[in-house]
């Protein structure tokens, strides 16, 4: 892949899309697999969160896939979503920022979750969820019935079998989302034990306690996006029905940083735009 310092690339088989240097990321890769139609970099200056890119991930009914070490098909989940490379250590204040538009045709699928943005870990707890395999994340973004909101993972219990017990905080109703881009902001503050997150710029979550519960600190940390759903059969058992609503959402300005300064252009407006 050849790259200019200032957009991003994807790579001929579609699975990883080379960052823009401007966004503190090297790369964003999806390691189960896709379709064409569950993601394309689009290039439009005109719907663009700003610049000239944006991306759009859409999954239906079936949209399940496998790599190596998992399977979302066996495990009642749905996704298309990409890793975002290099991982960062759970030390000093890490903080993420993206900006997310659902289409006019988006609906939530409660019961069932559905997840757009997490910090996901590396070599932390295991344990289980509802009789299945479950890695749990330190934070999800997930649409719960008609809002969209931060679900930050309290854990005990012991490494390998792991209590998760999600907070989950109201940021937007997505009502609010449909057609028009929202700037969503988080900073993990290891050093000074504070979670806090802004949706437009505004100041929306402000935690004083540790991202992490100190028996489980993981070896890295590192942001997802797409749409992921997690227990499918409990949408179609409660809307008696066997087929999921195809959901489809936009990205744009994808960002890490040390500190809420170098990722939240509303807070910043100086910051150099992510293409």
């Known amino acids: ?25 090297g790369s964003h890769s999806n390691f189960f697999g896709q379709k064409k139609k569950n993601f394309q970099l689009i290039t439009n200056p005109g719907k663009a969160r700003r610049g000239e890119k944006y991306q759009r991930f859409e999954v239906s009914d079936g949209d ?15 996704r298309v979503e990409f890793t975002a490379t290099p991982m960062q250590k759970p ?5 993420f ?33 509802r009789g299945l395999k479950s890695v749990p994340p330190i934070i999800q973004f997930d649409v719960i019935n008609d809002y969209y909101n931060l679900n930050w993972h309290i854990l005990s ?29 988080l900073c993990l503050d290891f050093a000074d034990k504070n979670v806090s ?5 505004n100041k ?38 066997d087929v999921m609503p195809t959901q489809i959402v936009y990205y744009d300005e994808v960002r890490r940083g040390s500190s809420i300064d170098e990722v939240d252009f509303n807070i ?8």
């Open 91 to 95: 030390t000093g204040n890490q903080c």
């Open 64 to 78: 399940c896939f496998f790599n190596d070490g998992w399977n979302d098909c066996e495990n009642d989940r749905e």
């Open 204 to 241: 929306i979550v402000d935690i004083d306690k540790s991202p992490i519960n100190v028996k489980f600190i993981p070896s890295a940390i590192f942001f997802k996006h797409g749409i992921y759903r997690s227990f499918i059969s409990k949408y179609k058992a409660s809307h008696g029905t």
């Open 1 to 25: 892949i050849t790259l200019s310092d200032d957009t991003s690339v994807m790579s001929s088989d579609s699975l990883t899309m080379v960052a823009s240097k401007n966004s503190g990321y």
């Open 157 to 185: 219990g012991s490494a390998t079998n792991v209590i998760d017990s999600g907070v989950y905080l109201k940021l937007i109703p997505i009502d609010d989302m449909k057609g028009k881009w929202t700037d969503i902001s």
């Open 97 to 129: 920022a993206f900006s997310i538009m659902l289409d006019d045709s988006f609906q939530s699928a409660s019961p069932t979750n559905t997840t757009l943005g997490q910090i996901q870990q590396a070599g932390g707890p295991k344990g289980t969820m």
């Open 197 to 201: 997150a802004w949706v437009n710029g």
């Open 268 to 275: 910043n407006p100086n910051l150099e735009i992510v293409d």
